[in-house]
C-alpha cells in the first residue's frame, strides 16, 4: 500500500470517526432539548455511538490499512488486547455518561486507557526501540577529532584552561 493510499484511508478513518461523534452529539442535544434524557434512548444512543467509532476506529481502520501484514503473533495479540481495552474503556465512558452520580465508569476509562498505551505500542512495534535505545550507552559528547590521541586531547584541553599570568 502506497504511502498515498495510506492517508486516504486514515483520512476516511478519522472523517468516519468524526462524523459518528457529532452524530453522538446531535442525538444528546435532541434528547436533552426534548426532555427524553430519563428515557432508554439515551443510554442506547450512547452506545450506539460509541460502539460505531469503535468499530471505524479500531476494527476498519486496521483492515483498511492491512495493518496485519508483517506482524507476528505477539503484535497480533497485543493489538486484540488493546482493541479489547479500547472497547471496555468506551463501555466504561458510557456507564460513566448513564450514571453521573458515580466515577466508577470514568475510572475505567482511565485506567483503560492507560492499560492500551502499552499494547498500542507493542502492537506498532515501537516499545522495542525504546528499549534498546535504553540499552545504548550514552555517546561522548566531544566530537573526535581524527589522528589525536585521548592525552594530546587532553594536554590541548589543559592548556585552553590555563589562564596566562603577566
Known sequence: M???QRRKVRNRVTYLS???????LAVLIVLGVTDRVETILFPIAISVCLAIFWVVSDVL??????AFEGKN???KR??????GLDFIGLGGLVYF???LKGTTGILIYI????????????FSGTDGNRQEEAEEP?????PEIEGQTESEEVEETEAALEVEEP
Open 97 to 99: 455518561m448513564v450514571d
Open 78 to 83: 497485543a493489538y486484540y488486547i488493546y482493541a
Open 61 to 66: 481502520a486496521v483492515m483498511w490499512l492491512n
Open 18 to 24: 468524526i462524523a459518528s461523534l457529532v452524530v453522538l
Open 73 to 75: 503473533d505477539a503484535q
Open 138 to 142: 550514552m555517546a561522548d559528547t566531544q
Open 111 to 122: 485506567c483503560c486507557i492507560f492499560l492500551k498505551k502499552r499494547f498500542r505500542e507493542e
Open 2 to 4: 502506497t504511502d498515498e
